[in-house]
């Protein structure tokens, strides 16, 4: 079994800053793709960013400039720093990977529990 635990949410003021982490557990050989989706309320999961073992970025208009994405393939750990927060970042922010390699198979997509975050003065 593949896990994805996600820490580092919180309440912050506008302009503040947060780090996220999301842990991938079990009997991994190698992740392709790790990323961060969020989901506000009464909105659809967007992506955030992501980013493949090789280092490849992707990230929504809304997150350029922003939010760094970086990943430990070692740990198997993909970090998520946000600076610059506003209001509208406020969602849960899911952890995802996508293409995990186990002792026990192959697994398309795997989800973390997700981990709010809260943008208010």
């Known amino acids: 079994q593949v896990q994805l635990v996600e820490s580092g949410g919180g309440l912050v003021q506008p302009g503040g800053s947060l780090r996220l982490s999301c842990v991938a557990s079990?009997?991994?050989?190698?992740?392709?793709?790790m990323g961060w989706y969020r989901q506000a309320p009464g909105k659809q999961r967007e992506l955030v960013a992501d980013?493949?073992?090789?280092?490849?970025?992707n990230y929504a208009d809304s997150a350029k400039d922003r939010f760094s994405i970086s990943r430990d393939n070692a740990k198997n750990t993909v970090y998520l720093q946000m600076n610059s927060l506003k209001p509208e970042d406020t969602a849960v922010y899911y952890c995802?990977?996508?293409?995990?390699?186990?002792?026990?198979?192959?697994?398309?997509?795997?989800w973390g529990q997700g981990t709010q975050v809260t943008v208010s003065s």
């Open positions: 995802s990977a996508k293409g995990t390699t186990t002792r026990q198979g192959y697994r398309s997509e795997v």
């Open positions: 079990g009997s991994i050989f190698s992740i392709n793709a």
């Open positions: 980013i493949t073992s090789g280092g490849s970025t």
